[in-house]
């Protein structure tokens, strides 16, 4: 028997290069995603969100913990008293990004989220490769985001060691012997409420939503009522570390953004989904950019940003206020509040991406799975919760941070660019080697700029040069080649307007953000992709292959057709 297995495996294996030709850009028509490919779980997931669920999901999922751990370390040591501006800066990359996710959820409204939007655009293993990395970062995030809870909680009994409820154990390497149960036990909970139901998992986020949103408010009228509008330009002015400190500082605090494309994964399970994703995409961005921006001015009023805390920040600045004391007691309930929400949503869209991924067939099809009675993805559900209570159990959140922002600002780059593609060639009918042409060019000028940036000194010339080549290009681009391809059909729910200028804006600005990251960042995304590529090579392109034959010989069985084998051939082929 076991001699049978490898013969086959082997067998299967010479006919990699074959499969790869046929299977690397097959793509699939939006239509086949919403019908045939979505059959493939079984049951269909539950339409029962409205507007007013996304948005307080979306709100809910980039709320957590990014803002409090990011903010004190950039206003101390990159940007200053303009960390504000930072936040700025970086909530208009994430809202230019969102609308691109908004195009593609409203005209493609399944649960893969990027995954989908890139494998109907670009082909299977594009679309397969953004999915990984944005499983990656979901699955390290939430780890991550899980034993921030246990440090916040801490702080709200009063426990000044954010490692009081851990578990050192001497052996391990440092940043992984500190084992945090009280993480384990969150991830535990929430994982099972999501495998219950998706409407009830979106009640209990709106319940915590609320509340966060109303502590925010309580931090921001606190800060601006104890601070002084001296502390915005003492001792050094607003931007002691100049335009650079302000930009730099951009490329950190946009962790505090990832968690809004959760939203795009739901739209399987939302009534109206043509006007309820542009709201709860593109809304939960800017409300939690206001949001952002008025907590890191609130703590750049309360004390010099020279004073302020690396670590805990935003409590610190509260115990310097006399008689203030207890309120920081209160930010790290809230904290803790708001990272709980943060991980409902954050493992609610995983689940999803790994089950539609398991509806291609690219990983085991068990992960595709949906529960008819609850109507949830709960294989997909307790697999990922087990992988992401693994990493928590042991990881710390500088490990795993700068793998975070990569993966992220890799997905949103692709997706940008697809939507590009998509809207002037698919859609537009445009020949696709000049709009190839103009996505190349425009990804090699965001890498002079981000370049001639990273090499410092006074090199401003040349980044005036890299800008004006690029907008020059866009807007020629836009002139000869886009034409009217830029305007939507009359069919059309909705479209990301101007184009290509927010599109091409995001391509900029992920890039550039992708530049701010340390070495180690991209040594480790590296390895990442060469396990992800060898899976896809050694099993996903034989798991597609074969899924594909047998749908079309199912197909093809229901005519009784003589020729069906013939036929069969012919449309394996043309994949």
Known sequence: MAPNIISRCLQSLSKTPHRLRKRLLATWTPSQELTQVRERSGADMKRKLEWYDLVSLGVGGMLGVGVFVTTGRVAHNISGPAVFISY?????SAFLSSLCYTEFSVGIPVAGGAFSYLRVTFGEFVGYF?????????????????????EYLCCAFGKSDPNSWRIKVEGLAEGYNMLDLPAIALIIALTFCLCHSTKESSILNLVMTVFHVLFFGFVIVAGFYNGSAKNLVKPSGLAPFGVRGVLDGAAIVYFS???????????????????SLPIGIAGSVLIVSALYCLMALAL????????????????????????WRWASNVVGAGASLGIVASLLVAMLGQARYLC??????????????????????????????????????????????????IGTLIVF??????????????????????????????????????????????????????????????????????????????????????????????????VFLMGTLRRRAFERFGIWSCVVTVFYVVYGVHSTYHAEEEEMVVGMGVDGDANASTQRNAKVEEV
Not at 88 to 92: D, E, F, R, Y
Not at 363 to 392: D, E, K, Q
Request: aromatic share 12%.
């Open 88 to 92: 700025i800066v970086a909530g208009i």
């Open 130 to 150: 953004g999915g990984a990395n944005i499983l990656m970062e979901y699955v390290l995030s939430n780890a991550a985001v899980a034993r921030s809870f246990t």
């Open 257 to 275: 953004y990832i968690g809004y494309d959760s939203v795009s994964t739901l739209a399987e399970e939302i009534k109206n989904p043509s006007k």
């Open 413 to 510: 780059y692709l997706v940008a660019n697809a939507l590009m593609y998509r809207r002037y060639v698919q859609v537009g009918h445009n020949h696709p080697l000049p709009v190839l042409l103009f996505l190349l060019l425009l990804s090699l000028g965001s890498l002079g700029f981000t370049v001639a940036w990273k090499l410092g000194e006074e090199r401003w010339w040349v980044l005036s040069l890299c800008v004006s080549a690029t907008a020059a290009l866009t807007a020629i681009f836009q002139c000869r080649i886009a034409g009217t391809a830029g305007r939507p059909p009359a069919e059309a729910e909705w479209w990301v307007p101007f184009m290509p200028w927010p599109a091409a804006a995001s391509v900029f600005l992920n």
């Open 300 to 323: 750049s009023v309360m004390i010099p940003y020279n004073e302020i805390s690396e670590s805990a920040s935003f409590s610190s600045a509260f115990q310097t206020i006399v008689g």
């Open 356 to 405: 539609v991924i398991g509806r291609t067939r690219l990983v085991p099809y068990w992960f595709a799975r949906v529960h008819p009675s609850t109507g949830t993805p709960i294989n997909a559900t307790l697999f990922l919760g087990m992988c992401t209570a693994s990493i928590a159990l042991f990881t710390e959140l500088d490990i795993v941070l700068d793998m975070i922002n």
